[in-house]
């Protein structure tokens, strides 16, 4: 069972930044795929940045350039900087992880924070 809780968010001043972190109760191993996913009022979820188990990473073209997805897998934790943030950028952010099955023909396991706010002004 994994457990995940968000904190970093807060308000600030376009222009500014952040550093989102994702911790886990569990283990999350190089295996594990990693995402941060946003919601702003009014709109559907949204994939943001992505770490998947093969090591590479996706980006929304929305934030590319601006934001970094990280993770330290000794730490059980993941990380999203924000950089250049814009008031679009406005939402609750949350951490996602998936398990890989044990083998072909099961399913991922997804396991979801509870999401931390992010408020760019201006």
């Known amino acids: 069972q994994v457990q995940l809780v968000e904190s970093g968010g807060g308000l600030v001043q376009a222009g500014g930044s952040l550093r989102l972190t994702c911790a886990a109760s569990?283990?999350?191993?190089?295996?594990?795929?990693m995402a941060w996913y946003r919601q702003a009022p009014g709109k559907q979820r949204e994939l943001v940045a992505a770490s998947t188990s093969g090591g590479g990473t996706n980006y929304a073209d929305s934030v590319k350039g601006r934001f970094t997805i990280s993770r330290d897998n000794a730490k059980n934790a993941l990380y999203l900087q924000m950089n250049s943030l814009k008031p679009e950028d406005t939402a609750v952010y949350y951490c996602?992880?998936?398990?890989?099955?044990?083998?072909?023909?099961?399913?991922?396991?997804?396991?979801w924070g509870q999401g931390t706010q992010v408020t760019v002004s201006s």
């Open positions: 996602n992880a998936n398990r890989p099955p044990l083998q072909l023909g099961d399913e991922w396991l997804s396991y």
């Open positions: 569990g283990s999350i191993f190089s295996g594990y795929a």
